[in-house]
């Protein structure tokens, strides 16, 4: 499995920006080879996915962030980044990232990110 920690979350402003990174624990040059995604969940909702890039960069985003968010892959430091603008309360959640490749399906711990005035 793969080890994935997630960073960047906090209190914004309606409107504001936030940068959410995931570091990956992948040996050698795998994590090139993995799916990642950012997934969010809501109190009293389901988890939802907000974006996706995969291994060959084909990028997906949730209808309700599109435009406002931007995946990003470093192949190199095994990172993966979800940069936030235009943030609205809606968006407050714990946002986890994922790998997802055959045998392979890890889960970060999270990073609450709170939206409000």
């Known amino acids: 499995q793969v080890q994935l920690v997630e960073s960047g979350g906090g209190l914004v402003n309606p409107g504001g920006s936030l940068t959410l990174s995931c570091a990956a624990s992948?040996?050698?040059?795998?994590?090139?080879?993995?799916?990642m995604n950012w997934y969010r969940q809501a109190p009293g909702k389901q988890r939802e996915l907000v974006a996706t890039i995969t291994s060959t960069y084909t990028i997906y985003y949730a209808t309700s962030v599109k435009g406002r968010f931007t995946i990003s892959r470093d192949n190199d430091k095994n990172t993966v980044i979800l940069q936030m603008n235009s943030l609205k309360p809606e968006d407050t959640a714990v946002y986890y990232c994922?790998?997802?490749?055959?045998?392979?399906?890890?889960w970060g711990q999270g990073t609450q990110v709170t939206v409000s005035s």
């Open positions: 992948a040996s050698g040059n795998s994590f090139g080879t993995l799916h």
């Open positions: 994922n790998a997802l490749m055959i045998g392979i399906d890890s």
